[in-house]
């Protein structure tokens, strides 16, 4: 007769916890009570002895496995968080308070909320936090993954190993969470699943984590939490009140690690960014700072596109504290914060969020619509509750945790529209046979709805390509609720129109012309961003037709109607100085050629529209409001020049702008009143390396002229724009 195993001679509940299949460890590991007869049972993988507390009774070995039970009397007292002191097989001496002796954390209304997509602050519970239970200090695990079948917390604590952790299961909202009493900040730690279904086991950096490690190393790290020491109060408690609308937004837009780096090619910490970035912005006088991605992401080349941690800044600068401290230095310095957030869509790399707990999760099954192959990316479910509460919570946390004044969501485009950059037959209509992402436009509406009501006074640009309509309008009005919307239309329209030979361009005016039409229909950023510099389009300045002088004019030309038009403005680093090579993530700028005259010209005149843009508010209070410009001359495409009014309810400037390299002496326009009026700025001055052609004082003549009943002659410099004010 064959002697039964040890293993058979266990009952299907311990079996699991030994093979690590057990999705309810606390029905069996801890203290229980069977039968009138208490047993307190660990399981330790890599313990050569147990004993209850240091100097306390032994606990045996169940034969043959790493199970370990004592049976107490009933009249021994056992504190109710006992610990366990044990041996490793090394020889090692451990002392740790067992994690099975507390009670569940995660409450029901808590569960509730995620489970209805309406819990703003889950980040505050899902993930890995400092937590105190029962008196009692370690950290709170919590993951959701509902086809999992066993979750283990694996970490430097336990040898990576997630047989020694593992978890409970909440049951339907699919929320698993462990409390690990003694760990501490610092600890590293990810979540091995296994799938119900397939018994496939899966190593997963934490959704939620805060703090990861040093690419190519992706453990996520507990971090302390709410004990940065903010200094920015004056400027918190004037956010809610800012009139954005109404006021000058100039954004200089920043990859972090290739802006600067140090002498050996290092990345800079956030905190030596707070130094040289944020006094070089103030110098140049933006007013707000954008930041490509610095949500965490494996991939350099990526710019921070495909971001696998959605609640971490990247480590590659410092810390979550570091970058508080850049936060808080760019705020008490008048300079707001945005930053450039992804939700439309993540990498499929294994550590991260694809399939996450053996299906797809985060994504959709379907790669019609849960993958964007041109990317190589994953699309988000928007239709889940719990992946939308993510996404919300996700913005939430930047704008709370960081005081961040902004976001700018990605590619907004790819959510809006299910056949987004995809053939016939690779996409799914939606219900009523349309190409509308239904599930997307409800997460953005409701987002923006949110965030606003939240958190008043910061802005949700929308990086949005196409003409749907009412991007910028209310959600109770139809719209998707967006603060701003950047201007694609008009940047490639103007772009084209400028690398046209002058000779040209009087045969495209209408690229110049054409975006007045629709210029107010939405609240428009105008944008010359990292998008126009990379993958072999040249720097802005090489796009430029001419010799080197007339490069030099035209890019200062293109800045000066920048800064005159109506909208918000954007320029991407290195434009600023007119940077002559195109801008690469592998190493920083081109400062270098700041000691040439042409580009140090270039970087003067941005300076100064920034300031001219700001002293005068006809040139920001009516941005998206026609009653803010009006065309004194739109027609004259022979000479490829344009003329306009800039108006606010205080002043009334002209713009007068010579797309040609040749001077225009006596050039007539019509103006609204009689008077003298003052040149106050000029693109082609000598102290942006020009030619200095222009004008001081001219005085008005009584001559009707363009609908006017008063007009001037002015010369008009070549390759340049020059703004007047009477």
């Given amino acids: 007769m064959t002697k039964p195993s040890k293993k058979a001679l266990l009952d299907s509940d311990l079996i699991r916890i030994i093979e690590a299949k057990h999705h309810d460890p606390f029905s069996v590991l801890g203290r229980h009570t069977y039968k009138q007869k208490t047993v307190i049972r660990a399981f330790l993988p890599y313990a050569e002895t147990v004993s209850i507390g240091k100097n306390g009774p032994s606990m045996p070995r169940v034969p043959g496995t790493d199970l370990f039970e004592y049976y107490p009397a009933a009249s021994q007292d056992i504190a109710e968080h006992y610990e366990l002191s044990w041996t490793d097989k090394d020889g090692h001496d451990h002392l740790d308070i067992d994690p099975y002796t507390f009670g569940p954390v995660l409450g029901e209304f808590d569960q509730h909320l995620f489970a209805e997509g309406r819990h703003w602050h889950i980040y505050k519970k899902l993930g890995g936090h400092l937590h105190s239970m029962d008196g009692v200090e370690g950290v709170y695990f919590a993951v959701w993954a509902p086809n999992a079948e066993r979750i283990g917390v694996i970490g430097d604590f336990n040898r990576w190993d997630g047989r020694c ?60 939490e709410d004990a940065y020491q903010w200094e920015d109060t004056e400027w918190m408690e004037r956010r809610p009140h800012h009139d954005w609308l109404h006021k000058p937004m100039s954004i200089y837009e920043v990859h972090l690690g290739s802006w600067q780096r140090d002498n050996r090619g290092n990345f800079l910490n956030y905190r030596d960014l707070a130094s040289k970035l944020v006094d070089y912005v103030k110098t140049m006088g933006f007013t707000h700072i954008e930041l490509l991605p610095i949500t965490e992401h494996p991939l350099d080349i990526s710019w921070g596109y495909q971001t696998t941690g959605y609640f971490a800044p990247t480590s590659r600068h410092g810390t979550p504290d570091d970058f508080r401290y850049f936060v808080d230095r760019c705020h008490q310095n008048d300079i707001g914060v945005i930053l450039d957030w992804v939700p439309a869509h993540f990498p499929k790399d ?17 790669p019609r619509k ?4 041109d990317w190589g990316t994953l699309i988000y479910n928007y239709s889940r509750n719990e992946v939308k509460n993510f996404l919300l919570s996700s913005a939430f946390f930047w704008l709370e945790e960081f005081h961040l004044d902004g976001l700018r969501v990605d590619a907004v485009a790819s959510m809006l529209y ?11 209509p939606n219900m009523y046979g349309g190409n509308e992402n239904l599930e997307a436009i409800d997460f953005l509406r409701n987002m923006n709805a949110v965030t606003h009501e939240q958190h008043p006074g910061t802005v949700i640009m929308a990086e949005e390509s196409t003409s749907w309509p009412q991007v910028t309008r209310p959600t109770w009005t139809g719209g998707l609720g967006f603060s701003m919307k950047w201007n694609m239309g008009w940047m490639h329209d103007i772009l084209h ?26 609240n428009f950023i105008l944008p010359f961003s990292h998008d126009e510099v990379v993958h072999g389009k040249g720097s802005l300045l090489n796009k430029m037709p001419g010799d080197e002088w007339q490069r030099f004019a035209n890019l200062r030309l293109l800045y000066t109607l920048m800064f005159t038009y109506p909208g918000k403005k954007l320029l991407f680093m290195g434009c600023e100085f007119g940077q002559g090579t195109e801008w690469s993530v592998n190493r920083d700028l081109d400062w270098y050629v700041l000691d040439y005259a042409h580009h140090r010209g270039v970087q003067t005149l941005v300076k100064d529209l920034n300031k001219l843009y700001q002293a005068h508010s006809a040139l920001y209070q009516y941005d998206f409001d026609h009653q803010g410009f009006e065309w004194i001359d739109c027609h004259d495409y022979q000479q490829s020049i344009i003329s306009y009014r800039r108006k606010s309810a205080s002043e009334d400037l002209i713009v007068i702008l010579n797309f040609t390299p040749v001077p225009r002496e006596n050039y007539r326009i019509g103006v609204p009143r009689e008077g003298v009026y003052l040149e106050i700025f000029n693109s082609d001055s000598e102290y942006y390396d020009g030619t200095n052609k222009g004008n001081g004082y001219v005085h008005s003549e ?25």
């Fill in 165 to 224: 952790h593992p978890m409970r299961n909440l049951g339907g909202c699919g929320i698993w969470e462990l409390f690990i009493p003694g760990l501490e900040i610092g600890s590293l730690y990810k979540f091995e699943i296994r799938n119900q279904h397939s018994g496939e086991v899966l190593v997963k950096t934490d959704p939620y984590g805060q703090q990861f490690e040093f690419r190519p190393q992706t453990a996520a790290i507990i971090v302390q």
């Fill in 350 to 366: 294994s550590f991260a969020l694809g399939r996450f707990d053996g299906t797809p999760l985060y994504e959709h099954e379907d």
């Fill in 370 to 373: 849960g993958e964007h192959r």
């Fill in 418 to 428: 299910l056949d987004y950059s995809r053939d016939a037959n690779e996409w799914i």
């Fill in 497 to 522: 129109y400028m690398q046209e030979q002058p000779i040209h361009r009087s045969y495209h005016h209408d690229q110049l012309t054409f975006g007045l039409l629709y210029a107010f229909t939405e």
């Fill in 702 to 726: 009584p001559q009707p002229w363009m609908n006017m009943h008063h007009s001037i002659t002015v010369t008009l410099p070549p390759l340049a724009g020059i703004v007047l004010k009477m």
